[in-house]
């Protein structure tokens, strides 16, 4: 098998983004379809339930995907430095790929409310990091406006080419499954990533060149997940306090929000805030139960899943189900150890030991 390099290598030719420079890649992409079928069993009956795992993207979230193709096209326009706004992932993901470009990275972040592995990323790859006294939206709107106004170029999910490199993670989940899911599951923030899902799986069949689809066949119906405290897409109203723990969702005006709507709409799918309580308990049971490790955020998919299933609006029976993962857990490290810490302590000898484990 040929050596993996990159989704702009490997599906390039099916991007719209400039060719007329190197790809800047950290061979992203390509990442497992994990089977959860002890997870099935006790959260979606009877269903062949798999995560698409994006935490095992080089800087950990599936951002990678966008930002192969969002730095790559800045460096095709001249682009010098880059900016974008952050819940963390992207932060960390823009300043990986700005690093190898060459090029300097803005990262804006609302202070205190980043997870410490996305600040750490960040940090390490050289990016300039600015905390705002504000959420993720404010630092949206100031970033578009700085790119508006200065030679910067705005790698935010607003900008065509991220959704060019994270349409693909579709296209690899129907090469993995050899064929279309049934359900795609996934948390949703600004939006770009399920608006990103909707155009891979809708411009699938025709160019797509893994021949095992069984085509014609029914494009996947796409449920998202957002968080109750930040929901706006399912409450239809504004939402100027986005509330959760789940920070890399904490956004109340998503870029994106018509296009979410529509995928939602055409796949025949739903949107479905879940609570803190429910992606928590979500983020705990994939981990205890299928030895994967995601960040709070990313199991809000599953929780959504969860949701759906007990309220009867999803039958899993004999369904093909993929849950996107976006994140790793490693990100987050106060989640794992603030929530599930139960460390006991012993004395530093076997007797004591033995005894401590009751054996
Ligand atoms: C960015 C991000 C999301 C949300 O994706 P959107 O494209 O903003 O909807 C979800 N989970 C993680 C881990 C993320 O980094």
Known sequence: MAAWKGIIHAYGDRMNISKSVAPVTLCEGNTPLIPLPKLAARI??????????EGLNPTGSFKDRGMTTAITQSVADGAQTVICASTGNT????????????????????????????????????ARVIAIDGSFDAALRMVREVSDRAPIALVNSVNPA????????????????????????????NAGNISSYWMGFSECPGPCRCD??????????????????????????????????ATAIRIGAPARAEQALTAIRESNGQMLAVTDEEIFRAYHLV????????????????????????NGTLNPEGKRIVCVLTGHGLKDPDSAVAEGADIQKVEANVDALLRGLNL
């Open 91 to 126: 932060a960390a993901a823009a300043a990986a790929y700005a690093a190898r470009a060459g090029q300097m990275c803005v990262v804006l972040i609302p202070d205190g409310k980043i997870a410490l592995g996305k600040l750490a990323g960040a940090i390490a790859y050289g």
């Open 44 to 53: 979606a009956p009877g269903a062949e339930l798999y995560a698409k795992f």
């Open 162 to 189: 991220r959704l060019e490199g994270q349409k693909t993670a579709a296209w690899e989940v129907c090469e993995q499954l050899g064929g279309f899911p049934d359900w795609l599951c996934l948390p949703v923030g």
């Open 212 to 245: 095992v689809c069984p085509r014609p066949s029914r494009k996947p119906q796409l449920l998202g997940a957002q968080a109750a405290g930040a929901a706006p897409l399912v409450t239809g109203l504004p939402c100027p306090n986005p509330e959760t723990r």
């Open 287 to 310: 981990a205890e139960t299928e030895g994967v490790f995601c960040e709070p955020s990313s199991a809000a998919g599953l929780a959504g899943l969860h949701q759906a299933v007990q």
